[in-house]
């Protein structure tokens, strides 16, 4: 037998053998619910940008009228949460000062300067540290949101010559 021979007679075994198997057909079958879930929690991301009053002049222009300056908060919430958006005391504040009417002082080694920071541009509405000082406009939507914090030193502060800073700590809770 040549080598044509042989590959035609295994050949035509090897269908034969497939063609004895018998076809099983299936019995039968059965279904079930893949349940699938994920959470979505809430969150929130906050940042600040400076807020520059720039130069105070204690003996011509803000000896009689305040010196004002804005900053900025953006927050960035889950939808369908509603942030508060609070603002510390700061840093150097005066005694008796608390969270619902802040004393709020920039320093500059033992002298300190009074300012306020307010949620209108009238200066009229304290931010403070508390519920009830907050805006009460914020709604989680998704995207970055922005709010302007309106500052004011107030008329009269002769001071020492300087540079006056502090640190107000901004809170978003959610």
Do not use: E, K
């Not at 300012?115 to 209108?120: H, K, N």
């Not at 540290?129 to 302007?148: E, K, R």
């Amino acid at each position: 037998m040549n080598t044509r021979t042989i590959r035609r007679s295994l050949l035509s075994a090897g269908l034969l053998v497939v063609l004895a198997i018998p076809f099983q057909a299936s019995a039968g079958s059965q279904t079930a619910n893949l349940s699938v879930q994920s959470n979505i929690t809430a969150n929130c991301t906050i940042s600040t940008s400076i807020l520059q009053f720039g130069a105070y002049d204690p003996i011509f222009a803000n000896a009689s009228s305040p010196l004002g300056g804005t900053g900025g908060i953006t927050t960035t919430c889950t939808t369908g949460s509603a942030p508060v958006i609070t603002l510390g005391q700061g840093l150097h504040s005066a005694t008796g000062s608390t969270g619902a009417v802040p004393l709020r002082q920039m320093q500059n080694g033992s002298s300190n300067m009074s300012y306020g920071l307010f949620q209108d541009t009238n200066h009229t509405i304290v931010w403070g540290d508390t519920t009830g000082t907050a805006p009460g406009s914020v709604a989680g939507t998704g995207v970055a949101q922005n709010f302007t914090v309106y500052g004011q030193i107030p008329a009269g502060q002769n001071l020492p010559s300087g540079t006056y800073n502090d640190t107000v700590v901004a809170t978003v809770t959610f």
